[in-house]
């Protein structure tokens, strides 16, 4: 059984509503989880690129990542756990993982399930909460709508989808 059902959940999925690119984070994070990430998604099969300004680079260790300098080029670590669903990753600081997605390509019980399984995946990995919260809604201190719970090990409702 999924662990969201679409009917339940389907304003946390409005584009409208929720931004189009709503933040997903890992808080909590240090250097060691950035690795631990970066080493599953090598690992995972899925496709990824990594990139410095939009120029493709090969992926660095998260210590020479988030070492960088004020003036480097911006890191981005672009992540398909689906060939059509792209997570977009912002390796700028240690203590939070931050990263989006599209919701315009999550649509129905389909996007649901491919939501669910990657943030459970990347949760699980690192032993830690994962949450989604509305574009722009205050960055570290949004207000989380869903996210996995390592205690449930599943993804859960955060807030009313009313």
Known sequence: MPDL?????????????MGALPDLQVPGTSEADWQALFDLV????????????EVPAELPTAHEVLDRSEDAPMPSLEVRPVADVLMVFRPWAADTIDFDLDLREL??????????????TVGRHLGKTVTMAAEFDGGKHARPVLG????????????DPA
Do not use: K, M, N
């Not at 059902?5 to 509503?17: A, G, I, K, M």
């Not at 649509?107 to 459970?120: N, P, Y």
């Open 107 to 120: 649509q129905g019980q389909r996007g649901v399930d491919i939501l669910c399984e990657f943030i459970s």
């Open 148 to 159: 996995f719970d390592p205690g449930a090990d599943r993804v859960v409702v955060l807030a």
């Open 42 to 53: 090598r690992s995972s099969g899925w496709q990824w690129e990594y990139s410095e300004d």
């Open 5 to 17: 059902l679409w009917d339940d959940v389907r304003s946390f999925f409005d584009p409208e509503t």
